[in-house]
């Protein structure tokens, strides 16, 4: 029987030419899919559009919502949010903006282009090609005849809107690119310029004021007044005496434009402003940001009370309500929703389209490139008859879609809509779902796995092994799947807590920066409590009664008592003895004392499992006890011992929390000091906890080598 | 005759109540091979383990090299005394014994160094020597663990010879090998006594007493049962507790 080459292409069983034939399919369809989303095409499996820009017409129960689809959605509210849309961009609309009057939208793109309509009709008065780039922001001055816009190409735009004409173009601004707004007479266009603000006269472009900030210390330089991160939203107040600013940096700055000063700094958000605008009468500033929250800041004092919590990722927009005390909201996660401003809640949700998440749309098309090449990688070596071929595509089909379909899957359920609608959002993914676990079912399929084993060319023996290691490694690809579904399934479940995922990810950093110290200070007393344990453990087995006694003592009365005991008295005793001790060194001493004592039950039994032998082999040799010691049992007994230790460095990464009474800047205590200053002790300390779990996943992965490196020494 | 280098007086030795070696006395001459044979548990091991002090005797004295010790007067002068002996007295084991954690060359360098202060230089020069001797010049740098029996047995006699004893222990040297090892381990020790080391050997090995030893010792109850030179012990025994012995391995 010939199983190899091209005449075993006839003599391929029929399930296998199935199979082939279904991976060609699966891995064309998703390359072809993830083809077309990275060049921008309209099919995106179960993904709603993002909302990028919102406008509430003054005049009419209107709202306009510019979508990242490329489509103007217009809803009227008071007619149960009937929807008209309207496609006149190419490529996603990134402001809408009605006139006072509200007869005219203007409308502005990554086109470039500036499109101005008339509402009612629908007809485009405008029509102006201000760029070749992408236009990322426009402001409208308040009697609606001046508009500016700025966008990747750095320069601000100012239009008339009655001729539609381009009356001025400053920059190009290296710098320039995210936010622009014109004061209400329309004199005074403000740009952000990196992380600062300059503004111009709209009639003559000259330069007028640059905002920049300043110290409040200035001798010390301290206490930065100003943005330390990128100007990503910019509005004028009504009276023009204030400008507002938002930047990545998370704050809104007050600006006095008398002073050219921040008069106050709202501290509220945790990521990214995305849109700042001025209610009508000049007493609030509205502002959306990418921590998924909309805020309000009072006026005077910049002081913000008010938080809408419930889009589910950034908030790319916010305008006032049609309704008094209402505002709109609409958001990333492809909803616009419109808020209760007495209550902060919702009293109303629109999706652009029902879907997951646009993340996991990305996700979702990065698994596909992903799989549809290393699917025809599979392909190869499955028509080659290849062993190989048939792990990879096992583990393929199986650990790729629990995470790309799985993680989308378990977050729609979710949501907070209707389950028949949570089936239409999820029926995409599980229709895929089910296509994978057909691929695995035919890959497990005894004949199939019986073909891909080890080919007849080899010896009988060589078969057997081969066989043999391939069964292991599919059970542990089995295993491997089954522990990463875990892995999704806490994660859903911890995301059903209702975590603030914006606040964790500005307070990673801070944490994580703590897993440094908890290492620290973990080794540091490991290295000290191998030096106690190993006092205490030739003490317990010396002859002398002093010693003996000794460490005796030390371990009963150091195992007889809680660790976070121990802590609290070196901490609160060693003061009054007039030993002042850092927190760290503190730590470090109470660990160690503690540890060692624990650990010298295992020093004591690595040197009795050092041979009689040895002892005598040296003492014949005329080796001292001190020599023998030193030379001969402790160097094997260390070996013996390394194992347990490295067990005891694993626990005591986690007991080493303990010292974060003392002040000791580690995980645990970063995660409690934010946790208690901004209520949100869950999520710092699941930040934390996730640490101590990596930490520890690598350290027992470290040592299983180091376990299987000594084991292979011994054996040869 | 001149002083002999091994003189054991009135030896015993106790393991609690249990009497292992009944009083024994021996004179070994420079350059002699004694080998003591007979039934476990007869006290030949503990006997020998005596001489260096592994064991501390319960009773009797042990001079050797003039080194003289009385058995029961721990003291530091005592223990001063015993480091004095086991350095003049090299020991071979049946559990062979060799330091795992170190390799061959570093077995044989560990005790001139650390002990007698020898640079690293001169002890590695004078293990190299011994491990040609041993016919272990290729299998310096090897772990024991890596090691026959035999070549473990053989790095184990040049670790004890680096120390240039001036008697030699042998504690049933071959009893732990597989037969086919057993020679290249004999032969070794043939050598070493043709070289007129002086040797106590306790083996089972007939071959070896019958071969090179000067004398052979029956040790049987804690006493000695028959002390002849071998062409006299083993042809013509005078004893019945020998002929008793000889009947039962031979």
């Not at chain 2, 070696?21 to 476990?40: A, F, K, M, T, Y």
């Not at chain 2, 041993?134 to 663990?145: A, F, Q, R």
């Amino acid at each position: 029987m010939n199983s190899t080459g091209d005449s075993g292409a006839k003599s391929r069983p029929r399930i296998i030419r199935i199979l082939l034939i279904l991976i060609a399919l699966t891995a064309s369809l998703s390359i072809l899919y993830a083809l077309q989303y990275y060049a921008g095409s309209p099919v995106r499996l179960g993904v709603v559009s993002p909302v990028l820009d919102l406008a509430t017409n003054p005049n009419t129960p209107i709202v306009a919502g510019g979508i990242e689809d490329g489509s103007i959605r217009l809803w009227d509210t008071t007619n149960n949010w009937e929807l008209r849309a309207i496609d006149l961009h190419d490529g996603p609309i990134s402001r809408v903006i009605f006139s006072p009057d509200g007869k005219t939208l203007i409308s502005v793109g990554y086109d470039g282009a500036v499109k101005i309509q008339d509402v009612s009709s629908g007809q485009v008065i405008h029509d102006i090609n201000a760029s070749d780039l992408p236009i990322n922001d426009a402001s409208l001055s308040e009697d609606g005849s001046v508009l500016a816009t700025i966008g990747d190409d750095g320069v601000v735009r100012v239009i008339d809107i009655a001729s539609g004409q381009i009356t001025r173009m400053i920059g190009p601004i290296d710098g320039a690119a995210k936010a622009v707004a014109v004061s209400s007479d329309g004199i005074q266009v403000a740009t952000a310029i990196g992380t600062d603000i300059q503004i111009w006269d709209t009639r003559d472009g000259a330069e007028l004021q640059k905002l920049t900030g300043s110290w409040e210390d200035e001798a010390r330089q301290e206490d930065w007044l100003g943005h330390s991160g990128d100007v990503t939203a910019l509005v004028f107040s009504p009276d023009d005496t204030l400008l507002v600013s938002g930047s990545d940096d998370t704050n809104v700055n007050f600006w006095d434009l008398e002073t050219g000063e921040v008069k106050w700094t709202g501290e509220n958000h945790f990521a990214s402003i995305t849109k700042l605008v001025f209610t009508p009468d000049g007493e609030s500033v509205l502002s959306s940001s990418a921590d998924y929250k909309s805020r309000i800041f009072r006026v005077p004092g910049g002081k913000s009370s008010d938080t809408f919590v419930g889009h589910l990722s950034a908030v790319n927009s916010i305008a006032p309500g049609v309704l008094p005390d209402t505002l709109i909201t609409g958001g990333a996660d492809g909803s616009i929703r419109q808020w209760d401003i007495a209550n902060t809640t919702v009293s109303h949700i629109e999706w652009t389209k029902l879907g997951v998440q646009p993340g996991w749309g990305v996700l979702l098309s990065a698994w596909l490139l992903f799989s549809g090449v290393i699917g025809f990688v599979c392909l190869y070596g499955l028509s080659k008859r290849k062993g190989w071929s048939h792990l990879l595509s096992l583990g393929l089909f199986i650990i790729g879609p629990i995470i790309a379909l799985g993680l989308p899957i378990l977050e729609a359920t979710s949501y907070t809509i209707a389950w028949t609608l949570r089936l239409v959002v999820m029926a995409p993914l599980l229709l895929l779902a089910a296509w994978y676990a057909m691929l695995i079912i035919i890959l497990m399929r005894e004949r199939v796995v019986a073909y891909y084993d080890a080919p007849d060319t080899l010896e009988l023996s060589e078969q057997l092994s081969v066989n043999q290691r391939n069964a292991t490694i599919r059970s542990s690809l089995f295993v491997g799947a089954v522990w990463i579904f875990m892995v999704v399934a806490l994660y859903s479940v911890l995301r059903r807590f209702n975590l603030d995922i914006p606040f964790m990810q500005h307070f990673l950093p801070f944490i994580m920066g703590g897993a440094g110290l908890t290492l620290f200070v973990s080794a540091l007393s490991i290295v000290g409590a191998v030096i106690f344990a190993l006092l205490g453990a030739l003490g317990r087995l010396s002859n002398n009664p002093v010693a003996k006694g000794v460490s005796g003592f030390y371990i009963s009365i150091i195992r007889g008592t809680p660790l976070l005991v121990q802590v609290y008295i070196w901490y609160l005793a060693l003061p009054r003895l007039d030993i002042i001790l850092a927190a760290i060194p503190a730590g470090i001493l109470a660990l160690s004392v503690n540890y060692g004592a624990y650990m010298t039950e295992i020093f004591r039994a690595g040197i009795q499992a050092v041979g009689k032998g040895q002892h005598e082999a040296a003492h014949a040799l005329g080796m001292s006890r001190g020599q023998t010691l030193r030379r001969i049992v402790l160097p094997q007994a260390f070996r013996i011992v390394i194992p347990p230790i490295g067990n005891e460095f694993i626990a005591m990464m986690k007991d080493s929390s303990l010292v974060s009474i003392m002040g000791v800047w580690e995980l645990t205590f970063r995660a409690g000091k934010i946790g208690r200053q901004y209520f949100r002790n869950i999520e710092t300390f699941l930040i934390a906890a996730a640490f101590y779990w990596i930490l520890t996943v690598v350290f027992q992965y470290l040592q299983g080598n180091l376990e299987a490196y000594m084991a292979r020494g011994e054996r040869k | 005759m001149t002083e002999p280098i091994i003189k054991v007086r009135g030896l015993h030795k106790y393991f609690g109540p249990l009497h292992v070696v009944r009083g024994v006395d021996l004179d070994v001459q420079l350059g002699e091979v004694v080998v003591v044979i007979g039934p476990s548990g007869g006290g030949k091991s503990t006997f020998l383990r005596c001489l260096n002090f592994l064991e501390e005797p319960s009773a009797g004295s042990i001079e050797i090299d003039g080194v003289e010790i009385n058995a029961g007067e721990p003291s530091r002068q005592h223990r001063k005394h015993i480091r004095e002996i086991r350095q003049k007295a090299g020991m071979v084991f049946q559990q062979l014994n060799l330091f795992p954690h170190m390799n061959a060359l570093g077995n044989i360098i560990e005790a001139p160094m650390t002990v007698k202060g020898m640079s690293k230089e001169e002890a590695t020069e004078k293990a190299l020597e011994l491990l040609d001797w041993v016919g272990l010049s290729e299998k310096k740098d090897e772990y024991p663990s890596r090691l026959s029996g035999g070549q473990q047995q053989r790095v184990a006699i040049a670790r004890a010879l680096c120390m240039e004893p001036k008697i030699m222990l042998f504690d049933e040297p071959t009893s732990a090998l597989d037969p086919e090892l057993i020679a290249e381990v004999v032969d070794v020790m043939e050598r070493l006594a043709k070289e007129g080391m002086t040797m106590v050997v306790v083996t089972h090995e007939l071959h070896f007493a019958q071969d090179v030893s000067d004398r052979v010792i029956l040790m049987a109850d804690g006493v000695w049962a028959e002390i002849a030179p071998p062409e006299e012990f083993f042809t013509n025994p005078k004893e019945e507790r020998t002929r008793q012995f000889l009947a039962h391995i031979l």
